[in-house]
Structure formats: structure tokens, C-alpha cells
């Protein structure tokens, strides 16, 4: 009983450590997030934050799981929400359900893109990579119900539609973090997805795109 309730423990720890950890990279580069910050933000020694994490990477790599769990959950949740054979509307979900996801964990993209900079294939951008993949799979299934239900032109690049799609979310977030306003994300959000919708319907050429 004892040996099950430290360990409860210690995972209600290693949570408090992830959230603190993403509180703290959401004004911050999580480069500059310190273990005394963390021992602080919980109420615990500095010590004590490496009796549930062998170090400060394995925070992030704690950190970085959590927000994949998480953010893949919401975005499935969101599509599934949407009316059958309405596969555009999921989309939209989708991209709204994105938004609502950062501006609640503002740390997590600054999280993503910092490892996804790296030169170097580390662990942590190795699980960023992994997140976005999951993130691909989801729009590409999206995507496919669309064009087979005739909501999207039929020549459509699917995998180029689901990099605009990210790269649409990306920008948007990014403008936000360049001008401090993560908070107002969702006042442009259904702007751009409608762009992003109308853009759907037409399809360049590879020639053209050249």
C-alpha cells in the first residue's frame, strides 16, 4: 500500500514539475527555464526535483509527451465532434481546436519549435518530430474524406493542403509570440481557415508551382 501510494506521489510530482515547466516556457525560452525556477513553482528543494527526473531534459522530454498526448487528444475529440461526412467542418474544428490548445499552453510551441531548430537529431527533437507526424496523419485522413466526398477540388495535393494547413497554424502562432499576444489567436484563427478553406477548391498546377 505504502510502495503504491509513493508512486502515485511521485507521478502527481513529475505532472506538477511538466506544468510548471510549460508555465514557465510560456514567457521564457525553455533554454533559460532552471531547476531552482521548478523547485520554486512547486514548493519543493532543487534537490528534490531530481528524486522524479534524472535531469532537467527529462522534464522536457516529460513535457514534450504530455503535450502530444494532450493536444492529439483535443484535436481527435474536435474532429469526431464534427457532423458526419462533414469533413471540412472537422477541419476547421481542428485548426480552432489547435488554437484553444496554445492559448491555454502557450509554453508548448515555444517547446516544439526550439527542439525542432536543432541541427542535430536529438531525443526531444525526435519526439517533436513524432508529434507533428501524428498531427499529418490526422489532417491526411481529413483531407482524403474531403476530397472523397467532392468538398475539395479532386486534383488536390493532399499532402501539400495538410503542410499548408500546419504551416497556416505555425504562422499564426508565431506572430502571436513575435508580438506577445498569444491571447488573441483565435480573433484571426477563423479569417485564416477561411482562406485556407477557398484555397482548397483550386489547385495549381506542379508547372505553375514552378
Not at 523547485?39 to 519543493?44: D, K, L, N, P, V
Not at 522534464?59 to 462533414?86: K, R, S, T, V, Y
Not at 526531444?124 to 501524428?134: E, F, G, M, S, V
Amino acid at each position: 500500500m505504502m510502495q503504491g501510494q509513493s508512486k502515485h506521489k511521485t507521478a502527481d510530482r513529475q505532472l506538477e514539475l511538466v506544468q510548471a515547466a510549460l508555465h514557465l516556457a510560456a514567457s521564457k525560452s525553455p533554454l533559460e527555464v532552471t531547476t531552482a525556477e521548478l523547485a520554486q513553482a512547486i514548493g519543493i528543494t532543487q534537490g528534490g526535483v531530481f528524486k522524479h527526473f534524472e535531469s532537467k531534459a527529462a522534464i522536457w522530454a516529460a513535457a514534450l509527451d504530455w503535450a502530444h498526448d494532450a493536444l492529439m487528444a483535443e484535436l481527435e475529440q474536435a474532429a469526431q465532434a464534427a457532423p458526419e461526412g462533414q469533413a471540412l467542418r472537422a477541419l476547421r474544428a481542428v485548426f480552432l481546436a489547435h488554437v484553444q490548445f496554445v492559448e491555454r499552453y502557450p509554453g508548448v510551441p515555444r517547446l516544439v519549435f526550439q527542439e525542432l531548430q536543432h541541427a542535430q537529431l536529438t531525443p526531444l527533437k525526435l519526439q517533436a518530430q513524432h508529434l507533428l507526424a501524428d498531427y499529418r496523419s490526422l489532417l491526411m485522413r481529413l483531407l482524403a474524406r474531403a476530397q472523397a466526398a467532392g468538398q475539395v477540388h479532386a486534383e488536390l495535393n493532399l499532402q501539400h493542403a495538410a503542410l499548408l494547413f500546419i504551416g497556416a497554424i505555425q504562422g499564426l502562432i508565431m506572430q502571436s509570440m513575435i508580438n506577445g499576444q498569444m491571447r488573441g489567436l483565435r480573433a484571426s484563427a477563423q479569417g485564416i481557415f477561411n482562406i485556407y478553406q477557398a484555397s482548397l477548391s483550386g489547385v495549381a498546377s506542379d508547372s505553375e508551382a514552378s
